[in-house]
């Protein structure tokens, strides 16, 4: 394929997922600031990949994939990094964030479904944002783990679990 056709397909890519991405991030970060720079060098290092010739049979999984390592790359750098809870309380929640508030089935507020999702496994608290924030199917986030449907389904169970348990202490 062609190196324009390439790009013209990345920039569509780029335009879907932006937001997924961002927010993915900024979950797991905390920071719009930090979500805004790793959402940016995902998308980088993706097209540089592409732009050197390399085959990518499933886009998503593969940047999420790269999501996952600049995210524990950055806390690797900075572990003693806390989420100021001021700052959670300052940002304007998208319609995927509200409705992910609305399927827990409580009226909590988006930072404390955030501190809880803090407490609890690295795991779980991915395929509780792909699956209810960014409305992902479980066969995405299979791909994007290198698991079993089966098993992304336990881990989401299990996840929820979790959640539960962390919004009830």
Not at 15 to 20: C, F, G, M, S, Y
Not at 52 to 63: E, H, K, R, T, V
Not at 83 to 88: A, F, K, W, Y
Not at 100 to 121: A, P, R, Y
């Amino acid at each position: 394929m062609k190196l324009v056709e390439n790009e013209q397909k990345f920039l569509e890519f780029y335009d879907q997922n932006i937001t997924k991405i961002y927010r993915y991030i900024y979950f797991r970060v905390g920071s719009q600031e930090i979500a805004q720079d790793l959402s940016s060098e995902a998308f980088l290092k993706t097209w540089q990949y592409l732009k050197d010739g390399n085959f990518i049979g499933n886009l998503s999984a593969m940047i999420y994939q790269i999501c996952r390592n600049l995210i524990a790359d950055y806390f690797r750098k900075n572990p003693n990094l806390l989420i100021p809870i001021e700052d959670v309380q300052e940002t304007h929640l998208s319609e995927a964030e509200i409705g992910f508030v609305k399927k827990t089935d409580e009226n909590l507020k988006l930072e404390q479904i955030m501190g809880c999702l803090k407490q609890i496994k690295e795991e779980y608290q991915e395929v509780i944002i792909w699956y209810y924030v960014d409305d992902f199917e479980v066969g995405e986030i299979a791909q994007i783990l290198g698991k079993s449907e089966g098993a992304v389904r336990v881990s989401l169970s299990r996840a929820v679990k979790a959640l539960k348990g962390a919004l009830e202490v």
